[in-house]
């Protein structure tokens, strides 16, 4: 929750500073500069605990889903490319992929206390509308002209999509 309140609130606060264009094009670095490269460190570091999360459920002896796996092994690949080659694409997949795990966490937070929400079927959808809002924001960023991006990265992870 504390990566996508701040991350959220740095963004918005470059939308009404900058403007929409600044917001999904960081080409000054506003956004990077405003604390977005310390929440996409914390938020990349945070990944490893995901994969520690799949091995509870392997250890329990119990399936990991294909998408679970692939997902966690590609977040941390995707985050730290994203960290180290500055893309402006890096805010989308923090805000959005935190308030996500947010809600996602959560739910199992309250299951594990033997609460039981409405909503589980909801997760995955949620997650599969973030990826397909990632697939469809990602060439934006990179052929947007001056958009601060590695081309290379962002191709790389939209290549990582069709795997």
């Not at 963004?11 to 990077?32: H, I, P």
């Not at 947010?102 to 609460?115: Q, V």
Request: glycine share 4%; charged share 10%; hydrophobic share 40%.
């Amino acid at each position: 929750m504390y990566s996508f309140y701040n991350s959220f609130s740095i963004y918005l606060n470059t939308l009404r500073s900058e403007g929409l264009s600044a917001a999904y094009c960081d080409s000054n670095y506003t956004t990077w500069n405003s604390g977005m490269f310390q929440l996409a460190y914390i938020f990349y570091l945070s990944k490893y605990y995901e994969v520690v999360d799949t091995a509870i459920i392997l250890l329990k002896g119990r399936r990991s889903s294909t998408l679970q796996t692939y997902h966690h092994a590609g977040a941390i690949m995707c985050m730290f490319l994203g960290v180290y080659y500055v893309p402006s694409a890096i805010f989308y997949f923090v805000v959005v992929n935190s308030f996500i795990h947010s809600i996602m966490y959560s739910y199992y937070a309250l299951s594990s206390l033997g609460f039981h929400p409405p909503g589980k079927k909801y997760l995955t959808s949620l997650q599969i509308t973030q990826f397909l809002l990632g697939f469809i924001y990602a060439p934006y960023t990179i052929f947007k002209p001056n958009c601060s991006n590695s081309a290379k990265v962002l191709l790389k992870n939209l290549s990582n999509l069709f795997i």
